[in-house]
């Protein structure tokens, strides 16, 4: 068995209420932010230690127990996974006419010159100088 001192209602609340409501707002704070899902599923896992240690500190459970932090683990990259896809979704529909007229667009790679506008305007400035 997984838990040893807790009841099924003490695991659920502190899995799913607790860690489950963290993970539904880190990760539509992740994606709000337009971050990856990949980003999302590695900030659970330090929120696993957090719902580990919950266990350990309110109900005596062991705390480097590996098998209850990946079940645990992978339950908050569930919980966290659907606000990834929905948040952007969301902010989308919630902007205003105006300013979908005035979004900035996505950022366009940029490519690297092998001299600087300072360069050119001091070349220019040394023909110049020569002509007059």
């Known amino acids: 068995m997984l838990y040893d001192n807790e009841s099924i209602v003490q ?5 799913l209420v607790l860690g489950g409501g963290c993970a539904l707002l880190a990760g539509r704070a992740i994606a709000l932010t337009w971050r990856s899902m990949t980003i999302a599923a590695v900030a659970m896992l330090p929120m696993g230690l957090a719902v580990r240690f919950a266990h350990f500190a309110l109900f005596n459970e062991p705390l480097l127990q590996p098998l209850t932090y990946v079940v645990e683990t992978l339950i908050l990259i569930v919980l966290a996974s659907p606000a990834t896809v929905v948040a952007p979704a969301a902010s989308d529909v919630n902007m205003p006419w105006c300013m979908k007229f005035a979004a900035v ?9 092998n001299h600087s506008r300072y360069q050119e305007t001091f070349v220019l400035a040394v023909v110049l100088s020569v002509i007059a």
């Open 11 to 15: 695991v659920l609340f502190v899995t």
């Open 105 to 113: 667009p996505p950022p366009v790679a940029r490519s690297v010159s």
